[in-house]
Every structure is written in structure tokens, then in C-alpha cells.
């Protein structure tokens, strides 16, 4: 049963305790099996990523068998679908048109004082991308990972995501990698599939970022090797919080509610509500929905742990709880959206109105779904573009320019009590060697 509770009581504690929920005591003994898996493959590299596939995903593999072979690739269009081609093709279309919007450009300015500034956009040499499979399969985070990554022209592009019965992916995965441009795919999954791409081993490439979103154990992973290699951000179990007035469709709220929830037994539903009778409502549609939901088991336990419904006084004060938890997803299902949007400070992705449910910006309307949860949506955002490139200062003085700042130069030099930094810039303006 999802629990209604009233703005007054311990509404924000709830609210953090859910938002914590990866990162709070209860995750610590996690955090330990995943620090043993890193260390592992960092040492013994393909032996323990081949020791924990057998572990954790049930499967027993060979070395040589981790990577997928060209015939499974082409196997793989034969097994999905006419109608599931299309939609991966009209999907792959759309995120690339987003995200070929203001891809950033390098750009240089030569200055009246002769000095020269600007900006040199690089791609990374080598991206990891961390397809989740555990509980699902996920083509269209294949295409949400691979597309910007092509964009941004990231010239070696590796997939690992976790093997299935047999060491078997999924085929419309591989139809996905192959149609967004993916050059390597291994199969893997698990803190293991990450510290494979963060440290390499005989098989696996080392990269330089590694993203995409995954469970609690990925997600922690990621956040281990963070330094080692970049990472896109703390992507973990999926959320969504509702902001719903008397006008919103209960039915609609409750399976957008479940439409996150299914993902995972750590994944977050929240409405957020100043009706007591869409309340009620959204409680009872929801049980309905429920009653034979393929995912039960899991989706019931998300729901009961993770679960809330919270009646408030007012749209603005939904705002700013919701601020306060940062959402992956934030849906606003009241009557005038636009109206609160400039309200809304932290939050992955926005969906505006009735007819936009959660589940679009998924699989197609083209921004990504890669986004922060556990509240790192403060901070980060979106996987985007940016997320594979990297930008160096260009920086030219001519010897004019330079006799222009040496003074100020020199006397910050001696305030740091840095001679040398001084002297570099004195000798070329006094002409000594
Ligand atoms: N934030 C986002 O942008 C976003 C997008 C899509 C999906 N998601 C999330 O991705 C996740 C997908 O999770 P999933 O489980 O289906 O797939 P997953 O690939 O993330 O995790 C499966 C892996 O977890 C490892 N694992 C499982 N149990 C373990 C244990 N007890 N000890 C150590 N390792 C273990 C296994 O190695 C397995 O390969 C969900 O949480 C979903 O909400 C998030
Ligand atoms: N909702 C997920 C992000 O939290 C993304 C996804 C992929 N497929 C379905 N949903
Ligand atoms: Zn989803």
C-alpha cells in the first residue's frame, strides 16, 4: 500500500530517507562486496571478472567468450521484429536530432591587446557504456549512451552489459548497439563490468569515461572509480516524483508512479499532492494496477520502501519539496505547468502536462534518459555529448601583451612566494636567457 502522510508531520525526513537511499547505512555492506570486486579484477583482472560473472549473474564463461562475435551481432536482426527495428530506428533518429542541438564548439578570440583566448573541444580516446540487464533489458539505453557518444566522435566506443541464460544478450540490445555505431561488446555486467573498464584487463579495454545508468552495485562501482576514469553521474535506481493538483488523472498518476517503480526494489515513487481525494485515488488506482503486474514482487517492495504520496498545502510548497529531494524525473500534472515551472530548481528531466508521461522521455522524445538520481540532480545532469568531450585552454601573448601584465604577474608571484613563476615571466621581458 502506497502511504499517504500530511505535509506537517516528518514529510522531509521521508523525503531525504528515500532520497539517502543509496547512499545510507543500510548500503554499506554493499559498498564492501563492491570494493572486494574492484580490487579483484584490478589485480587479477579477466580470472576475477569471469570468478564473479559465474557469482553474480549465474553464468559460466570462458575469457574468449566475453566478447560478442560478429555472428551473434548479425543473428540478432533476425530475432527482433519489424515493428521493434522501426522503433529503435524513429528512437535513434530523435536522440540524435536532440542531441546534434548545441553540441558545444571550439572557439577561438584574437584579442585588440594581442592576446589570443579560446576554447579546443576534444573528444576522450575510449568510452565505456554500461548497458543495465539484470532485471531488464535496455536497448533504448544503448541508443541514450552510444548516440552522444557518436556525436561527440568519440573514436573507440565499447558495451559491456550483463549476459543472460547461456551468456545470451538480449537481441534487440545488440540490434541497438549496432544501429548507434557500438565497436566492441563484452558481457558483463555488475561492479565487475566496471572495474574492467576502469583498470582493463587481457580482454577488456581500459576507457577513459565510463556511463550509463545501473543498479546499486554500478552505481557504487562508478563512484569508486571516479578518478581513475570519468563517469557521466551517479545514475542509479530509477525515481519519479509527481507534482499533481485536482485536476490530474489518478489512473494516469498511478502507473506513472509504477512505471518507475518497476524497475527496480530501490527504485523511488513519489506524488506530491494538494487534493486528498486524488490522494485516495492514486492509492486505489494503484492497487488495481497492481493486482497482476508482471513485476509484482519487486515493484510492491519499491513501492513499500520507497513509496509516498504527500498531501500539501500548496503548489509552491510541492516545489520546493521537491527541490529539496532533486527527482530524476519530475512530472507536473496540474493545470498550469508553465506557471510553476520557474519554481523548479533541481530536477533530471521535467514532463509538462497531462499528455506527457514519464515513459516518452524513455524511449524517444530524445533527451536523454541517463540522468542523476539520489539527489546528485543539485549538482549533475543529463548524460549528454559534453559528457565525451573535454575542452583545453588556448592561451597566446604576444611579447607586447606580455610586457603589458608582467608587473601584476610578478606581484602575485611573490605574494604566493613563487620566484620562478617571477623569473619565467621577467626573463623574456628583460630578454635574458
Ligand atoms: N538513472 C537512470 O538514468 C537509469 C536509467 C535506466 C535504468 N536505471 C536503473 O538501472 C538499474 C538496472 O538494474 P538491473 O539490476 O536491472 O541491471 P544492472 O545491469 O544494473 O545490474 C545487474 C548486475 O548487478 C550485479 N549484481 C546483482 N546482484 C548482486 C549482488 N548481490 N552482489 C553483487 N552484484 C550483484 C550483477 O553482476 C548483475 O550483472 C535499475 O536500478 C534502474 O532503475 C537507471
Ligand atoms: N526510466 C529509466 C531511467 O530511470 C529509463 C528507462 C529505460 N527503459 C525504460 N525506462
Ligand atoms: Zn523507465
Redesign the pocket.
Known sequence: MLRIITQQADVRAELQRICDRTHDEQVLHKEATVREVLQAVKRQGDKAVLHYTAEFDKQTLKAEELRVTGSELDAAYQQVSKELLGAIRLACRQIEAFHRQRVPKSWVHFGDDEVVLGKRYTPVDRAGLYVPGGRAA?P??VLMNAIPAHVAAVPHVVMVTPPGPGGAINPAVLVAAQEAGVQEIYRIGGAQAIAALAYGTETIPKVDVITG?GNIYVTLAKKLVYGTVGIDSLAGP?EVLVIADETANPVHVAADLLA?AE?DPMAAAILLTTDAALAKNVQLALERQLVDHPRRIDTEKAIAHYGLIVLVESLEAAAELSNEFAP?HLELEIKDPWALLPQIRHAGAIFLGYSTPEAVG?YLAGPN?T?PTSGAARYASALGVETFLKHSSIIQYSQTALQNVASAIDVLATAEGLPSHADSVRRRIQQED
Do not use: W
Open positions: 535496455y533504448s539505453t545508468p530509477s518507475q524497475h530524476e524513455d534518459h540522468l
